[in-house]
């Protein structure tokens, strides 16, 4: 038995993972409710060792936001803007697919775009769009729209959200993006996000990509004004849906940011609470191989540490990020696949790089070879053209 939990109050729930039971709603709330974060980050890491042993992966990705002018003013919210705002923004079809093809040049495999909800693009806008991405090289998966975005785009092409996602699918779309969960419970969804899609909506929109043979991750933002009650209500609706359609690859959870915008909240969540989030969320949602330390959120040093406390992936290189910088991030724009490959190395993981689906690309050595020493130059000149991508 683990020496954090030997003499623990959670002994019991470490037995009862162990014995490969399903912990229930009362034995998550217990969890985040505990001050032993080490025996429950123990009990994570033993859950994170029979999904995957010891490997963690990361993938070479780019983000684009096409856009953050939107219809919506969702409170916690600090992308958003209106036409009438100087620093709002909207590229053409041209510029993404600009962007792109530097990113290629670089080895992603990934694109990763959401945007606003925009008052005027039309419905062609968006599948021109995939056409074009799709038209630079058919191996690049693209992983976009968050579940708000489709139902936006469904209403746009006055279409079902079935119709509107096998049109998107034909076109190229590969992935859904998790983003735009927020928190299930309506009491708190209508504090942080009034206007916005229900929880009933959010999830159907995954349900029907997963029943059209599509995968996508999910998301939890925690740390404003929700209860630790209110997130074992909203892992509750994830894992009710995985155990329906098996269609997450993987789950991310989202510390808040609260700089720039209308919520009363005065401080990011804890590297505590970022913690034992990740290993609650790693126990309880039993029917999930992968969740993510968002680097982005938390900064790779922590991100790094999350490696011990259930995590199993560090996210992608990334190299332009607005949501989260916008909202009071500090983290750097980017990462280079060798500092991702330093931090796993330093977790005592095995690096994996992996693609959309968490599927593995390579595998590389716990320990630095000397075939990646002599690559230093090489990876000094990727990290330069990361940084002006």
Same mark, same amino acid.
């Given at each position: 038995?683990?020496?954090?939990?030997?003499?623990?109050?959670?002994?019991?729930?470490?037995?009862?993972?162990?014995?490969?039971? /399903?912990?229930?709603?009362?034995?998550?709330?217990?969890? +985040?409710?505990?001050?032993?974060?080490?025996?429950?980050?123990?009990?994570?890491?033993?859950?994170?060792?029979?999904?995957?042993?010891?490997?963690?992966?990361?993938?070479?990705?780019?983000?684009?936001?096409?856009?953050?002018?939107?219809?919506?003013?969702?409170?916690?919210?600090?992308?958003?803007?209106?036409?009438?705002?100087?620093?709002? +923004?909207?590229?053409?079809?041209?510029?993404?697919?600009?962007?792109?093809?530097?990113?290629?040049?670089?080895?992603?495999?990934?694109?990763?775009?959401?945007?606003?909800?925009?008052?005027?693009?039309?419905?062609?806008?968006?599948?021109?769009?995939?056409?074009?991405?799709?038209?630079?090289? #058919?191996?690049?998966?693209?992983?976009?729209?968050?579940?708000?975005?489709?139902?936006?785009?469904?209403?746009?092409?006055?279409?079902?959200?079935?119709?509107?996602?096998?049109?998107?699918?034909?076109?190229?779309?590969?992935?859904?993006?998790?983003?735009?969960?927020?928190? +299930?419970?309506?009491?708190?969804?209508?504090?942080? @996000?009034?206007?916005?899609?229900?929880?009933?909506?959010?999830?159907?929109?995954?349900?029907?990509?997963?029943?059209?043979?599509?995968?996508?991750?999910?998301?939890?933002?925690?740390?404003?004004?929700?209860?630790? @009650?209110?997130?074992?209500?909203?892992?509750?609706?994830?894992?009710?849906?995985?155990?329906?359609?098996?269609?997450?690859?993987?789950?991310? #959870?989202?510390?808040?940011?609260?700089?720039?915008?209308?919520?009363?909240?005065?401080?990011?969540?804890?590297?505590?609470?970022?913690?034992?989030?990740?290993?609650?969320? /790693?126990?309880?949602?039993?029917?999930?191989?992968?969740?993510?330390?968002?680097?982005?959120?938390? %900064?790779?040093?922590? @991100?790094?540490?999350?490696?011990?406390?259930?995590?199993?992936?560090?996210?992608?290189?990334?190299?332009?990020?607005?949501?989260?910088?916008?909202?009071?991030?500090?983290? #750097?724009?980017?990462?280079?696949?060798?500092?991702?490959?330093?931090?796993?190395?330093? @977790?005592?993981?095995?690096?994996?790089?992996?693609?959309?689906?968490?599927? #593995?690309?390579?595998?590389?050595?716990?320990?630095?070879?000397?075939?990646? %020493?002599?690559?230093?130059?090489?990876?000094?000149?990727?990290?330069?053209?990361?940084?002006?991508?």
């Amino acid at each position: 038995m683990n020496f954090f939990v030997q003499r623990s109050e959670l002994r019991d729930l470490y037995d009862k993972v162990v014995a490969g039971e /399903r912990i229930s709603d009362a034995d998550a709330l217990r969890l +985040f409710e505990s001050k032993d974060l080490n025996a429950v980050g123990a009990i994570a890491d033993f859950v994170r060792q029979k999904k995957v042993k010891d490997c963690a992966s990361y993938i070479i990705n780019r983000y684009i936001n096409y856009s953050n002018y939107c219809i919506l003013s969702c409170q916690f919210c600090a992308f958003s803007r209106k036409k009438r705002d100087k620093d709002g +923004f909207e590229l053409s079809i041209e510029q993404i697919v600009q962007k792109a093809r530097e990113a290629l040049a670089i080895g992603i495999t990934e694109l990763h775009i959401v945007g606003g909800l925009h008052p005027s693009l039309p419905f062609s806008y968006y599948t021109d769009m995939l056409r074009a991405l799709k038209a630079l090289d #058919p191996r690049l998966q693209l992983k976009c729209f968050t579940a708000i975005e489709i139902l936006h785009l469904a209403w746009l092409g006055k279409k079902t959200v079935r119709e509107t996602l096998s049109e998107l699918k034909a076109c190229g779309l590969d992935s859904l993006t998790g983003g735009g969960a927020e928190i +299930f419970r309506k009491e708190v969804r209508s504090q942080i @996000a009034k206007g916005k899609e229900s929880a009933e909506e959010y999830l159907d929109v995954h349900r029907t990509w997963h029943q059209l043979g599509g995968r996508s991750t999910c998301t939890m933002l925690f740390g404003h004004v929700e209860s630790l @009650a209110d997130r074992v209500n909203h892992l509750s609706y994830l894992r009710n849906l995985q155990d329906e359609t098996h269609g997450f690859v993987g789950f991310v #959870p989202l510390r808040y940011m609260p700089d720039n915008n209308l919520m009363e909240v005065k401080h990011a969540p804890t590297g505590f609470d970022c913690l034992r989030t990740i290993a609650v969320s /790693r126990i309880y949602l039993d029917n999930f191989d992968h969740v993510t330390a968002y680097w982005v959120g938390m %900064g790779m040093k922590l @991100a790094q540490v999350a490696l011990s406390y259930g995590a199993d992936d560090l996210h992608g290189t990334i190299i332009e990020e607005h949501i989260f910088h916008m909202a009071g991030a500090t983290s #750097p724009q980017l990462q280079t696949e060798a500092a991702m490959v330093k931090a796993i190395r330093e @977790a005592g993981r095995t690096p994996v790089q992996r693609n959309t689906f968490y599927e #593995p690309i390579k595998v590389l050595p716990a320990a630095i070879t000397s075939d990646e %020493g002599d690559a230093s130059g090489k990876s000094k000149l990727l990290e330069g053209n990361l940084a002006t991508a």
